[in-house]
């Protein structure tokens, strides 16, 4: 069994309470949150409508963070409105989120209660917090008017314990849920929630396709970098189960994406002009693009035949227009007899589209298929290919 060393609170699953009540807690929560059959029902939203909405009211924009962005942007939050997710822990009578260096107090002033939670369940408890940040002694603390569960991080640590009590496909499901809903409610985490989804598909449920499906998303949203350095970091347990590892996702996921696109016909398609380059990425998709117009150029140049011959006709279609302008019908059937006369199919320049389309796209998915190899290349003045 995987070991939990190295992992952040937020992912930790303790061994008490038992895993079932904590996952009878979770489901729980996320029933009188609003998260029932994994349908969301209410709750936040976020976004662009309710950022319009607050900028159109005069609401207090309010900063929506987790607790490691807490604490690595304490001093730039101090007195802003905070919307802080994380977990909860109790010690000597106070409530803190739980941080994976030091813990954050959570300061319930003016009679605030928590509302929502398991009575007299706390600890490691997701929960959102919606307050200021001070810094009284150097560390932020949220002076919170209210403390309610978080969804998102409930879908989260469910998604944890499913996969701790071995019901791997049902935490694979949760995860994705998971990825949805932290996404939807700006948090890092989702990035591992999507990452580790697609870990799960490949290591545990041996199923390569859905894999491919789920990884390539997470890369497609993740594997993002900011002023060249990366924007999400994920844990992924260590090869030999003695606990988890923190990288960027690109440095996670890329390997094991890379592997399974190998399976595509397409991708080998690409990887062929590329070994056919020397190994250049770039000179391998020029000469792919080249290959690929050469074998569809007589459909381009079908199309562009029909095209050339229905503009040549305009000027007499036009003068069957303006002969018989009263009668439709008649025009109908001048018309087709005109084409006729000239040999000339109205359809011509579609069928040859439609039969490209096709092989535009799968020449499109083995480039997609390869994007980890493309994030290791450079060309010219492009660092990173993909």
Same mark, same amino acid.
């Given at each position: 069994?995987?070991? =939990? ?15 079932? &009540?904590? $996952? ?9 949150? *609003? ?5 969301? =029902?209410?709750? $936040? @939203? ?40 994380? !977990? ?12 994976? =260096?030091? %813990?954050?107090?959570? %300061?319930?002033? #003016?009679?605030?209660?928590? &509302?929502?939670?398991?009575? #007299? ?38 998604? @944890?314990?499913?996969?701790? &009590?071995?019901?791997? @496909? ?23 929630? +999507? ?16 894999? @491919? ?10 594997? !993002? ?15 030999? *189960? ?27 398609? !690409? ?6 380059? #020397? ?9 792919? +693009?080249?290959?690929? $117009? ?32 009263? %009668? ?59």
């Amino acid at each position: 069994m995987q070991t =939990q060393s190295g992992l952040p609170p937020e992912l930790f699953i303790p061994n008490r309470p038992s895993l079932d &009540e904590q $996952r009878r807690r979770l489901e729980n929560l996320l029933a009188v949150q *609003g998260l029932v059959g994994g349908e969301s =029902q209410g709750g $936040r @939203r976020g976004g662009l409508l309710e950022g319009l909405k607050s900028l159109f009211t005069g609401g207090p924009q309010v900063v929506v963070v987790d607790v490691p962005a807490l604490a690595a942007s304490a001093d730039s939050l101090r007195t802003t409105q905070v919307e802080v997710h994380g !977990v909860l822990k109790q010690s000597g009578g106070k409530l803190y989120f739980a941080g994976q =260096q030091t %813990d954050y107090e959570v %300061d319930l002033a #003016g009679g605030v209660k928590p &509302e929502g939670f398991p009575e #007299g369940a706390l600890d490691w408890m997701p929960a959102v917090a919606k307050g200021l940040v001070e810094l009284p002694f150097g560390r932020p603390v949220v002076h919170a008017t209210s403390l309610t569960p978080s969804a998102p991080m409930a879908l989260l640590r469910l998604a @944890r314990v499913l996969e701790i &009590e071995g019901q791997t @496909r049902e935490a694979l499901e949760t995860y994705q849920k998971a990825a949805t809903e932290l996404q939807r409610a700006r948090l890092s985490w989702a990035a591992f929630a +999507a990452c580790h989804a697609g870990w799960l598909a490949y290591a545990e449920l041996r199923d390569p396709k859905l894999a @491919r499906h789920l990884l390539d998303s997470a890369w497609m949203l993740y594997a !993002v970098q900011n002023h060249g350095r990366p924007g999400f970091d994920v844990w992924t347990p260590r090869p030999d *189960g003695q606990g988890w590892v923190r990288q960027d996702v690109a440095t996670a996921i890329g390997p094991l994406l890379d592997m399974v696109g190998r399976e595509s016909f397409w991708y080998r398609l !690409v990887d062929f002009f590329v070994t056919a380059a #020397g190994g250049s990425a770039a000179i391998g998709v020029i000469l792919l +693009a080249l290959v690929t $117009r050469i074998v569809l150029h007589p459909l381009t140049l079908k199309q562009m035949w029909s095209a050339e011959e229905m503009r040549r006709l305009q000027p007499q279609i036009k003068a069957l227009q303006e002969e018989f302008k009263d %009668d439709k019908q008649r025009f109908q059937q001048e018309m087709w007899r005109l084409w006729q006369e000239h040999g000339v199919n109205p359809f011509g320049g579609c069928w040859p589209m439609l039969i490209q389309m096709p092989i535009l796209i799968f020449v499109y998915q083995g480039i997609r298929g390869y994007i980890v190899r493309f994030s290791q290349s450079q060309f010219l003045w492009v660092r990173n290919m993909a």
